[in-house]
């Protein structure tokens, strides 16, 4: 099937001549009709769209153009504007909003010649670990339908995982790239903060949010990221600092990496397969050469409660704006602050109102410094313990989440237990810091599980260096579940 193929096979086939941009976004059309309704995956499908983007590739094609994306058929995270598709956040309170301009990011990969194939289901605002939190309908994971993909892109990385897409774009606020992409077994990377254009990205948290690729294989992240990073002047976030080609730095050698091994990552709590997996991964590492040691990172054990007081607070900012008057529907009751408070009240879903909340109490007056400005003060200690650790080791490897995935509707009673799903990817985010995931072995359910690969700053060839050295002897990658 041509949907088998990876990122990388399909330029290669297209480049010959073997088949054809339309040819091969049809065959994820007719995969997204027949697989979708199981996994749910997508809010919006833009077949007809596709299919122009598609014909335009191999118009280009045949002009020469041979740009590395040029016909190859992805999926984006509906938190992410598109021009004249709808972006709803996975939240009624956006239902039908249309945006008038697409996000730098997007735009990017549409200058590439890529084929937008629809728009993925998300936790509403991208704020959860399991995208049941959608104001629309939850995403399955592919390896098991009566489990989570994980979130909040759990709908782009399970319509990679289920070959509805040969690569997507997520975001990443405190994990929810990487969490989704461990527990869907599929490969992913989020940038370091200020790499990719914030632009177009609906915020949750300002200072944390970043867009993350999802692929099924290293070269695929190297691919995306090689056409989404850089600086962007509409993004104050966006630094000005030069981007390699990540495609060479992809050299499978891994000889003389200084890895450091977090011994704050693996507590009680953490599956026992999930760890078994990564530490089998580590000698992995050792075996191809690299120089493995133990590290600390005391300031870890502080990232949940840092993380869960600075990104509500920027959210309660952010999420101010959708009140019913500009855009999205209006629960209209005469006066302007009835309809304010309707329109808010029924809009949003009931996670972000708790975040909301939280946010909002934590930056009123008298708790503030109690609160908020006190997490800012550990979030410093917290990424000073990365620049401390990467004075002597170039990565990070640790498990990605605690747990491979869970079923539907087992947490959701319980905040906290699903707060603690992203327990090992939010000091990253915190940093500021890239992180990858590559799948690494199964658990006795056979759910997949995933090992993070975290970097310096603007570390991301070493990251994927790194990764890609480890699929190079192992094909954990290469699996794909039954649909």
């Known amino acids: 099937m041509l949907t088998d193929l990876t990122l990388s096979q399909a330029q290669d086939q297209l480049r010959s001549g073997a088949i054809t941009s339309v040819e091969l976004t049809q065959a994820y059309l007719d995969r997204i009709q027949a697989v979708d309704p199981q996994v749910r995956a997508y809010l919006t499908v833009t077949a007809e769209q596709a299919l122009d ?27 992410l504007t598109t021009e004249g598709v709808p972006t709803t956040c ?10 008038p301009y697409t996000g730098t990011a997007v735009q990017q990969l549409f200058d590439a010649g890529a084929v937008m194939l629809g728009k993925t289901n998300l936790d509403e605002f991208a704020m959860g670990s399991s995208t049941e939190n959608s104001g629309y309908f939850t995403t399955r994971n592919p390896w098991d339908l009566d489990r989570v993909p994980g979130g909040s892109s759990g709908g782009s990385a399970a319509a990679v995982a289920a070959r509805m897409a040969a690569g997507a774009l997520g975001t ?32 949750f948290a300002s200072s944390l949010d970043q867009i993350g690729v999802f692929g ?19 993004d104050s976030t966006s630094m000005d600092y030069p981007v390699p080609d990540y495609t060479a730095a992809l050299t499978g050698d891994v000889t003389g990496l200084r890895v450091g091994v977090p011994k704050e990552y693996f507590t009680e709590g953490i599956q026992p397969e ?31 409660p840092v993380y869960y007081l600075i990104a509500p607070a920027e959210a309660s900012a952010n999420l101010a704006r959708f009140d019913g008057v500009r855009y999205g529907p209006r ?31 934590a930056l009123s007056a008298g708790y503030y410094d109690a609160y908020y400005l006190k997490a800012q003060k ?28 869970f079923h ?61 050295a480890y699929q190079h002897v192992t094909d954990w990658h290469t699996r794909q579940p039954a649909l």
């Open 53 to 79: 983007m598609a014909a335009q590739a191999d118009r280009r094609r045949q002009d020469g153009d041979n740009s590395p994306l040029l016909g190859i058929p992805l999926a984006i995270k509906d938190v």
């Open 378 to 405: 550990v979030r410093t200690l917290i990424r000073q313990d990365f620049d401390q650790a990467f004075e002597n080791v170039d990565v990070i490897l640790a498990p990605t989440a605690p747990t491979t995935a």
């Open 172 to 203: 990443d606020t405190g994990g929810s790239v990487r969490q989704p992409a461990a527990l869907c077994g599929v490969s992913a990377l989020k940038p370091s903060y200020g790499r990719v254009s914030r632009y177009g990205l609906i915020a």
């Open 331 to 361: 629960h209209s009751q005469g006066a302007m602050w009835p309809t304010y408070k309707t329109t808010r009240g029924q809009g949003f879903g009931p996670e972000v109102k708790r975040r909301i909340m939280l946010g909002t109490y």
């Open 408 to 468: 539907i509707g087992e947490k959701t009673d319980d905040p906290l237990q699903m707060y603690l799903s992203d327990v090992f990817t939010l000091s990253a985010s915190l940093a500021g810091i890239p992180g990858a995931v590559v799948p690494c072995g199964f658990d006795d359910n056979h759910l997949p599980v995933g090992l993070q690969i975290i970097g310096p700053a603007f570390g991301e060839a070493t990251v994927l260096r790194a990764a890609d």
């Open 216 to 234: 099924r294989s290293v070269s695929d992240l190297a691919v995306l990221m090689q056409t989404i990073a850089g600086h962007d002047p509409r």
């Open 90 to 99: 996975g939240s009624r309170i956006l239902e039908g909003f249309i945006p």
């Open 274 to 304: 999930v760890e078994r997996a990564v530490r089998a991964a580590i000698q992995q590492f050792a075996d191809l050469g690299a120089d493995i040691c133990e590290i600390g990172l005391p300031h870890t054990e502080y990232s949940l």
